[in-house]
Antibody, heavy 118, light 110 residues
Framework: EVQLVQSGAEVKKPGESLKISCKGS????????IGWVRQMPGKGLEWMGI????????RYSPSFQGQVTISADKSISTAYLQWSSLKASDTAMYYCARISLTETHDYWGQGTLVTVSS | QSALTQPASVSGSPGQSITISCTGTSSDVGGYNYVSWYQQHPGKAPKLMIY???NRPSGVPDRFSGSKSGNTASLTISGLQAEDEADYYCSSYTSSSTHVFGGGTKLTVL
């Protein structure tokens, strides 16, 4: 069974750094892209970027390029999303999703709620 | 890279049919048959309902169907049921080798 399990909710202060994770299981982790999606409170889904764990090839939405870093550790089947300096506007639910061979987000993690507040 | 355009809301009575549109450009929806649709209930993760414009994953009722004409894709739900009330999002692969979502449509079952 394909599963993506994300790390738990985080509460941070502006300016702090953060790295959240997404662990895949039940499939060949290195053979599928993993994407990250933001959902701000009461708002829609926003596509952030993707990584191919097999070779760490990474692509970002122009809206998120330079704002976050996507990485992966294939030895532990885990993808990451990180910030070096959080802002209040980063407060959102973040989902990871597997990208299928037909360019579909076919399996989703349960989401990680990030709250940034002073 | 702009979000795909969806109506903010649609509504229908139980048993009726509704259609949600998703308009993009020739660089995304119009250029590829990689359009997907997702259902999201409040407080839940999105769920894949349609992929490659018109294909249903296993377990998705055949009341859900998808189509595309030019730069606009559509999701049709026939025989509306109360549990179909949710937010629906389209997404497309793009010419930049990235993806883009629509703004989302809130479906209300009257």
């Amino acid at each position: 069974e394909v599963q993506l399990v994300q790390s738990g909710a985080e509460v941070k202060k502006p300016g702090e750094s953060l790295k959240i994770s997404c662990k895949g299981s039940g499939y060949s982790f290195t053979s599928y892209w993993i994407g990250w999606v933001r959902q701000m409170p009461g708002k829609g889904l926003e596509w952030m970027g993707i990584i191919y764990p097999g070779d760490s090839d990474t692509r970002y939405s122009p809206s998120f390029q330079g704002q976050v870093t996507i990485s992966a550790d294939k030895s532990i089947s885990t993808a990451y999303l990180q910030w070096s300096s959080l802002k209040a506007s980063d407060t959102a639910m973040y989902y990871c999703a597997r990208i299928s061979l037909t360019e579909t987000h076919d399996y989703w993690g349960q989401g990680t709620l990030v709250t940034v507040s002073s | 890279q702009s979000a795909l355009t969806q109506p903010a809301s649609v509504s229908g009575s139980p048993g009726q049919s509704i259609t949600i549109s998703c308009t993009g450009t020739s660089s995304d929806v119009g250029g590829y048959n990689y359009v997907s649709w997702y259902q999201q209930h409040p407080g839940k993760a999105p769920k894949l309902m349609i992929y490659e414009v018109s294909n249903r994953p296993s377990g998705v009722p055949d009341r859900f169907s998808g189509s595309k004409s030019g730069n606009t894709a559509s999701l049709t739900i026939s025989g509306l049921q109360a549990e179909d009330e949710a937010d629906y999002y389209c997404s497309s692969y793009t010419s930049s080798s990235t993806h883009v979502f629509g703004g989302g449509t809130k479906l209300t079952v009257l």
